[in-house]
């Protein structure tokens, strides 16, 4: 068995558009890397869960390109940092059939024995016990070719998830059934008639499955995708990028349940009884926060008078809410949100429409993590950009230089050496330097507490992209 | 006639406790210097009004000291700035009649036949002619020993205003009839009830009297108030700052309506019939903007789905409204408000709250004007604050110096001369400045563009009032 688990790998499915709890997540800030759910987040609640059974370099996570430094920096800078995690990036957002027949075909070729166990990034769960022991089962029974999902006990008529049919056990493997039926998510009445059948199981998003017997599987039931999978194995490095997106994207965007689980005979299911939440709403983060006596939950800097069942949550600024009822009131920096709870569906079809604008808004918060630290933007003109930046003691940015700005840095707290073209500053609190443009510069903290300084930016163009970057800590 | 006019003085009140709209509204920016209401702000509406009859340094504002300079300031700051208005300052805010008879005591020390036009700063009337012509009836019965009161016609029955009863007509001054009665604010009943008799008007809060007069009616009428008046004189301008406040509050806290002109027999009335309107809460607001088929009213970064007759508000930040009804959402750089439209009077009660706690939110903006510009807080924190500074063409900041903190200046746009300790230096765009702690400084703006810079402040105490000032252009 020991011997086994040397073969088990995790995938970490962390894609997702960050629009169903905006204005908390954006597109580059979704759901699973904030800080809501707890003290880590819940893409790094995944990981230390499955580091109990795999070793952290056994575990990749499936994004795309533009989430990618996001998700790695946010894993960098947590305490402790996951350095060994690794990264396998889907040329397009394709739903989860092509991305984990993807991850499947890059472990197989590392490792033919492979056993993968697939996990949503953003599931909270308080004990995770029922799921590590179930673990060790599904990948007995995986590596006796089953494609082995998990259904969770339902508590309530939920018509959020779709559902899984538990079928006759398997004798090799107790514990372990087949897979009667999956059944979509349904409306209220079929979800009360689905609970009164202790049959009927909420249908997880975990699998385990040997890499082989899915690729077999997708070969069977969806023969482009595993086309195009040895298609992009042909291509050269440099012809990757160009190439491997629109091979990717002649494969059907399909679900795994809908493209596989649902047509093969291989499936089987373990049912679980496990505290469990998918926070898919924004009213779902009430149950995060204790509520006062009117039912109202307040995160934050909130003055509130003869509210009632409202979620009103604060960043920063203070909210006054007075004589609500069931509302939200959510604030961030940049954006504030005021929805009705029985409108939070509607959420996301907003955010869709600031999309179509190009809205910033939509797309990134105003404080951002690097794996040096942070930052925070304080201003932004056509001309002219402020910043409140954070460097970690001991930490230093890449050795870079900006072609269309110069910086000017006033430290507020800290000493830092800075070195400019060459040359070597020690720059403490209330001094300032300056970093012309087109100088090659970097900024490391050699001190004890964390470096704290305003950098004001002045150029014609102020892009995060007009950056050239010479030596790096982080390989970027 | 015309002589008569050169004894008139236009009194303003501009006091206010700038909470009932808040947070557009502030103690530090109360209603009558805000831009919500047309071009110019409606205390600048009611100078540019009295000017046309009234020459500007024949007005007097009446305010608090702590509103003093932010009002001068607003009032430098307009185009064209009001330069010659005189100000009074009341010891401590002790209501109307006080105030008012401050006023009187101090125009009759430099005129012994001043007539006072007393006005509200912060009434909307959008056609000033019925009122300028009811001026000069006004001024002709006050000369005659009346306290005039104007009258206006009601279009609804208003619970929010009081009522006046018109009697007799005066024969000696068409169209000015005796005031027969005053009546409190009414509840709805009894407001529909007056109505529907003609010879009720709203009391406008405008009057005009000859301040000899109003004086006799105080020391009958309120003679602690008279007293206080007259000890106030006795006191040496080093003492009356330690004494006056004192001597002030033992006289009762009234309105000029309860303690005089309910009980004098020499009230006369003018009935107007003028586009007015009191804009007493954030409801009213929307009367000054275009509502959509849904009744709802939007102003600034707004994106909406959903929403019933309710008012967004936005100073920068986007706001996402979804499903609201009936609400108001009110967003500025430091506090948003969510409430319930029918709640709008329970604002006051929850600044009343904030101002408990000493909150910086129920005091002033981020942003405030100054007479050479204008200032934007971007973050502070302990021992360090960051603003961003406009200095208008042609002006320059007093020479100052700080004791506990130092100052980063780096400049954005424009052309600065910069001289500290007795050296000058001239710094542009993309340039930055040291001013250490107790270095005399002083900054003017040389160029035809504005200056904008970033300054950043280091200190130990970082207070507005840790300035020494030694020569200034507006007086401070």
Request: with cysteine; proline share 6%; charged share 25%.
């Amino acid at each position: 068995m020991s011997q086994r688990l040397d073969h088990v790998y995790g995938v970490i499915l962390s894609g997702g558009a960050g629009t169903r709890l905006w204005p908390l997540s954006r597109e580059l800030s979704p759901k699973q890397i904030l800080h809501l759910f707890g003290t880590d987040s819940l893409i790094r609640q995944t990981i230390t869960r499955l580091t109990k059974r795999i070793p952290e370099d056994h575990i990749f996570i499936v994004t795309g390109e533009r989430l990618f430094e996001e998700i790695r920096n946010h894993l960098l800078t947590e305490f402790p940092p996951c350095k060994n995690v690794q990264y396998i990036l889907e040329p397009a957002a394709r739903n989860t059939a092509p991305a984990i027949a993807l991850a499947a075909w890059i472990i197989m070729g590392k490792d033919p024995e492979a056993i993968l166990g697939v996990f949503p990034s953003d599931h909270y769960i308080t004990d995770d016990q029922p799921l590590l022991d179930a673990l060790e089962k599904a990948t007995e029974a995986a590596h006796d070719g089953y494609l082995v999902t998990f259904g969770l006990q339902p508590d309530r008529p939920e018509t959020g998830f779709g559902y899984l049919q538990q079928g006759e056990p398997l004798s090799q493997h107790p514990g372990v059934f087949r897979a009667a039926r999956f059944i979509e998510k349904p409306d209220l009445e079929k979800a009360k008639e689905l609970i009164q059948d202790p049959r009927h199981l909420w249908n997880s998003g975990m699998f385990v499955f040997s890499a082989r017997v899915l690729l077999e599987e997708v070969e069977r039931y969806l023969p482009e995708l595993h086309q195009a999978l040895g298609k992009l194995a042909t291509y050269s490095s440099e012809d990757y990028e160009r190439f491997a997106q629109q091979e990717f994207c002649r494969a059907p965007a399909i679900s795994l349940d809908y493209g596989i689980m649902e047509r093969s005979d291989r499936v089987a299911l373990i049912p679980l009884s496990m505290p469990w939440k998918d926070v898919g709403s924004l009213p779902a983060l009430a149950e995060f926060h204790p509520k006062d006596a009117q039912g109202n939950v307040a995160v934050g800097h909130i003055l509130q008078e003869g509210c009632q069942n409202s979620l009103l949550y604060s960043d920063s600024r203070l909210i006054a809410a007075i004589g609500l009822e069931d509302l939200m009131v959510i604030d961030t920096p940049d954006a504030t949100l005021v929805c009705s709870k029985e409108r939070a569906q509607d959420v996301s079809k907003v955010v869709a429409r600031l999309k179509e604008t190009g809205a910033q808004e939509s797309v990134s918060h105003r404080y951002s993590h690097r794996p040096w630290g942070s930052f925070l933007e304080l201003e932004k003109g056509s001309t002219y950009q402020v910043k409140h930046i954070e460097v970690t003691p001991g930490k230093r940015l890449s050795e870079q230089l900006h072609r269309h700005r110069s910086e000017h840095w006033i430290l507020l707290q800290g000493t830092a050496k800075v070195t400019i073209d060459g040359k070597e500053d020690i720059v403490q609190a209330n001094q300032s330097i300056f970093i012309p443009a087109n100088a090659h510069h970097r900024l490391e903290n050699v001190g004890k507490i964390p470096v704290r300084l305003i950098e004001v930016q002045n150029g014609e163009y102020l892009g995060e992209d007009d950056i050239v970057r010479f030596t790096d800590d982080y390989g970027r």
